[in-house]
């Protein structure tokens, strides 16, 4: 696929617009037109010069001037997809990646995988051992400013927070589970404890957030509590390499979470 979608796609003889937005144009309407659906991969440049009557260096400005608008994601190693649906976390907590303007944070656009009305065994047990069989698990990819992705996965009480798992995937893809947990269910976060080590990340952790296999990542472990009340919830965090400083936080660095 992508042999044609010039021919098909491309507005001819627009005087004046310069080659690469030429293609660039071009491939929008593909994208837009669903010829390429989001989080499909597109062909790699040497195919679009071949398909197209540009050089490389034109095919690879018209490339980064749609990773710029955020159309598409380019990931090393495995080449260029268009960028999914997305909806942005309110107030990300755990992902707080800084970006390149100062005081600013990368935005987060989290994505539900996998629920489960009852989490296996795992680190979770000994945290939060007296709801052991009545454990719900979300996990999520959280797609960290179009730059990398985080494979997140969250346990709780499924006796206490059953209703996380009523909720539709909007609702959980765009509030922040701690929001959530404050609001519905008078459960403020006020404890946070930190583990982290770098592993080699599990094969079906590559696959899903789109790192090559064996990857060595860090593993952050998360431990949230309200006062001096047993643990809330247990996290996981798989950050795979990335030049991004992580703000690491915890609720009094926080205030707009209070509101």
Known sequence: MGSNFFEQFHIPNIKGLPKYAQLREALLAAIKDGYWRPGSKLPPEGELIRSTPFSLGTVQRALRSLVEEGAIVRRQGLGTFVVEDQKRMDMPWHCRFTSDKEGEYLPVYPKIILRKKEAGSGLWD???????????????????GNEFSVYSRFFTSGEKFNGLLKKTNKELERTNFKTILRKEYNQVISHMNYNLRFISFPAEICRAIKVREGVVGMLMEIIASSGRQRPIYYQELYIPPNKRKLHISDSSNIPEYWI
């Open 126 to 144: 000994g945290v939060l051992s007296p709801d052991r069989g009545k454990i719900i698990q979300i996990d999520r990819i959280m797609n960290i």
